[in-house]
């Protein structure tokens, strides 16, 4: 009796990983792109194609002054630096608080390490919003309003959540490695800087990008605590594009916001394969 063998053709196999998650896929990225693809639209109009109606889709004539208005109309270096500063200051204390933090929960074994763990992650289902005022009122009393002390002492205590990623990261490692190390007379201290910091590269970008990302793109609290004088691009930009009559200037507005959102989308794509092997890696191990 002879065996009867079948071969799929190369395209009955395109087809099928082609499937319908994939096109689902492509129709949720189309309508994610649709706003940014009419910010970029809406930066190279004329206001009057942009009030004009029925709605102008396409300019008459790309406006690349705006982009020039945008960074004149408001002190666009002044405010991108005072940014730069609150969000590179508090990513780079909540990076390695949070990595201290999840070392010690991944590698310390004491009594009540779980449910403290525990606890930690419950902060994670707490909404901001819930301790936005009592927070405000406690800076207030301390005269730390409209200074950067709020940010700073939140990235000092750290973050629920890169502490997760981190103490799953720290878990995964094999225990011979750090026993050899205490072998050879290294410290708790000298183990997590010089050896698992180290080798925690893909969740250390990750927590980095993902810290200074939501800095960087933060309106209320910098508007509640902050001054004019070191208040952040986001707050100046959304209250500056205006003519003499008061009215709004939505296109520079528009190429204003392409230029600050063109770092965050610069980034991403250079690490977005450190970010992915990040939050991977850091559920290998429970």
Not at 183 to 193: A, E, L, N, T
Not at 220 to 227: D, E, F, G, V, W
Not at 267 to 282: E, M
């Amino acid at each position: 009796m002879t065996a009867v063998t079948t071969r799929r053709s190369p395209s009955a196999a395109g087809s099928h990983e082609f499937g319908w998650g994939f096109w689902l896929m492509c129709v949720a990225t189309l309508f994610f792109l649709v706003p940014a693809f009419w910010v970029v639209l809406t930066a190279l109009k004329t206001e009057g194609e942009y009030n004009a109606y029925p709605i102008v889709l396409w300019p008459a004539k790309f406006q690349w002054g705006n982009f020039v208005r945008a960074v004149t109309i408001v002190p666009y270096a002044r405010y991108a630096r005072n940014s730069v500063v609150l969000a590179g200051s508090t990513t780079l204390l909540n990076t390695i608080t949070s990595a201290m933090g999840g070392f010690a929960f991944a590698r310390h074994t004491v009594r009540g390490r779980n449910p403290l763990f525990i606890l930690v992650l419950s902060l994670m289902m707490l909404p901001p919003m819930v301790t936005l005022v009592p927070q405000f009122i406690l800076f207030s009393r301390l005269k730390m309003v409209g200074t950067y002390w709020p940010w700073i002492l939140g990235g000092i205590a750290g973050s629920p959540f890169h502490i997760f990623l981190f103490r799953q990261y720290f878990s995964s490692i094999p225990r011979d490695l750090e026993d050899a190390a205490e072998v050879d007379g290294c410290g708790r201290f000298r183990i997590f800087w010089q050896i698992f910091l180290p080798m925690s590269g893909p969740v250390t970008a990750t927590s980095a990008i993902l810290n200074f990302q939501g800095i960087w793109g933060e309106w209320l609290r910098p508007i509640l605590y902050l001054k004019d004088s070191n208040t952040t691009l986001a707050v100046r930009m959304a209250s500056s594009y205006k003519d003499p009559a008061g009215n709004q200037l939505v296109t520079p507005l528009m190429a204003g916001i392409c230029i600050y959102a063109l770092p965050l989308i610069l980034v991403f794509f250079v690490a977005q394969r450190h970010i992915i092997q990040g939050v991977v890696t850091s559920g290998l191990k429970g």
